[in-house]
């Protein structure tokens, strides 16, 4: 196949989920983000390795427009090898595979599927960046050897780690794929008597000792201890950060405190590459200041890289001078994309929103000040998410006890009411809503006082002096001298009334 057919033919994941069926020969990189071991049923002769993908247009972040799909996270693909050892040998979450003429088809849940076929090809390779450009896992075929990369391909792959380097960096596994997390028992006869099956960890090696079957033992984010017994050679090393997929596990005889691990046939080990978002919050958690992870000032808050803030300029975007521009402090801070966009004030956002028809969905910049909260009571704005459920619930709720060992996460949801030199001396103010369930938002977070959202474990114990000193600096926002730019949404709702959303926007510390 000649480079410029190879050219038409790359392609990503969105795309193929607009029409699986509309091309054959389709090429493409993908991110992977999950992995089983090479199983083999009874009605097949053949191995098959089951692997979860993603790339930059198809992921749990974005919105995908396309009719058959009903499940976005992430996509399936089952690749085929006669013996386990010529299955793709992937290491780390975030190793990337190169497909080649794989078939795409929908399943009944509406879940995108790409099956390895007679003319399919793959190969794996490392999805660090710096990392050489050859393949550390490829299948059986002599032209997969050391092959050479076109110029085209070389850009897709360098791309694609920085994309992936950047992703893995900002966001939780617990939010890219599927997760059945494992939440420690309570009831201390619950510790001794109750097994979990079909769990996923995420879990720091401490320890081998080759002598006992090989124990290899582990401990979690929150120090509790779990021992893995195999017998084949281990290739753990202690300080490594795995991540466990579909394991049992079960109290060890006579210790309360620590779990006993048993693999399963479904399950599998990838190692976390140390700038990810989740081996740095393990290591936090864990007191480790040892860890080899990236050491930034944004460490904590990576987030803040997407970001900037508006300082000195006045609504036409000139830049002020002297002690009016000295004495202005932009307490907010905007997606980059957003930062040169031009501010619209309350006054005119009041009439596009009479006439919302034709502004529906459109987003605004505007600047101005916050006069006032409907709320700033935490227990009211404050809520939590059950993700399979897709329900509120209020924080200390019973209710929400009930619910702790479900996925969650925490939102936000509350008015403000904001002003402009345009609405200053009247009586009007602009309505905006905070509604950050529908999409990750770091809103607080650069606060540093509250837990992050999915850090349910924390904000389950979380005491009223944090919940206390988080409503106080809310209320300071409440100044005409700190100038918040806020990027606004129109939205209308099922009922046809009009509002603005808060989106793309963060607070900065004070």
């Known amino acids: 196949m000649n480079t410029l057919t190879e050219f038409k033919n790359e392609t990503t994941l969105a795309t193929i989920a607009e029409n699986p069926e509309a091309n054959l020969h389709y090429l493409l990189f993908a991110v992977v983000i999950d992995v089983s071991e090479p199983t083999k049923h009874e009605d097949s002769s053949n191995y098959v390795t089951r692997l979860k993908v993603i790339d930059p247009s198809f992921n749990y972040k974005e919105e995908i427009d396309a009719e058959r799909l009903k499940f976005h996270k992430f996509v399936h693909i089952n690749i085929f090898s006669e013996k386990p050892e010529e299955s793709p040998r992937i290491q780390f979450v975030g190793d990337i595979i190169r497909l080649r003429r794989f078939k795409f088809k ?20 490392s999805g660090r960046k710096g990392e050489p450009l050859v393949s550390n896992s490829f299948k059986n075929y002599t032209k997969n050897i050391n092959r050479t990369l076109t110029k085209n391909e070389e850009g897709r792959l360098s791309d694609l780690r920085d994309w992936a380097d950047n992703f893995f960096y900002k966001n939780s596994l617990k939010y890219i794929s599927w997760w059945n997390d494992w939440k420690r028992p309570t009831d201390d006869k619950a510790k001794i008597a109750t097994s979990h099956e079909k769990v996923d960890l995420i879990l720091k090696c401490v320890g081998i000792d080759p002598v006992k079957k090989n124990r290899v033992s582990f401990i979690d984010r929150e120090n509790v201890a779990f021992d893995l017994f195999i017998t084949e050679k ?4 202690p300080g490594q950060i795995i991540k466990l ?20 046939p479904l399950s599998s080990c990838l190692l976390l590459p140390t700038f990810s ?24 808050f990576p987030f803040l890289s997407d970001y900037a803030v508006d300082e000195g300029k006045d609504a036409k975007g000139t830049p002020k001078k002297g ?29 596009y929103q009479a006439n919302f028809q034709a502004y529906h969905t459109q987003r605004f910049a505007v600047k ?29 709720s019973k209710e929400t006890k009930d619910k702790k ?24 103010f602009l309505d905006v809503y905070v509604l950050t369930g529908e999409y990750e938002s770091h809103l607080f977070s650069s606060w540093g ?38 990027i606004l949404e129109l939205m209308v709702t099922k009922q046809g009334k009009a509002f603005y959303r808060l989106v793309d926007t963060i607070f900065m510390p004070l």
């Open 449 to 486: 006082i509250l837990p992050q959202n999915d850090d349910i474990s924390n904000w389950n114990t979380i005491k009223d002096n944090k919940l206390n000193e988080f409503e106080k600096k809310l209320k300071t926002l409440k100044n005409p001298e700190n100038k918040v730019k806020l």
């Open 234 to 237: 281990v290739s753990l090393k």
């Open 368 to 396: 101005g000040y916050i006069a006032s909260f409907v709320s700033t009571d935490p227990h009211t704005i404050i809520k939590k998410l059950v993700l399979d459920e897709k329900k509120v619930v209020d924080l200390r």
């Open 405 to 428: 060992d479900k996925r969650s996460k925490i939102i936000y949801h509350f008015v403000m009411h904001v002003k402009d030199e345009s609405v200053d001396k009247t009586d009007q």
């Open 323 to 351: 002690a009016k521009a000295q004495a202005e402090k932009i307490v907010t801070a905007v997606k980059k994309n957003f930062a040169t966009k031009k501010t619209v004030s309350v006054a005119q956002l009041l009439e």
């Open 245 to 264: 997929r579909c394991v049992e596990i079960a109290a060890q005889k006579g210790k309360e405190t620590s779990r006993i691990i048993k693999l399963t």
């Open 277 to 300: 978002c989740d081996y740095r919050h393990f290591e936090k958690a864990s007191g480790d200041k040892k860890s080899p992870a990236k050491s930034t000032k944004a460490d904590n």
């Open 106 to 125: 929908y399943t009944q849940k509406g879940e995108l599927i790409g099956n390895d076929v007679k003319y399919s090809n793959w190969l794996v390779y």
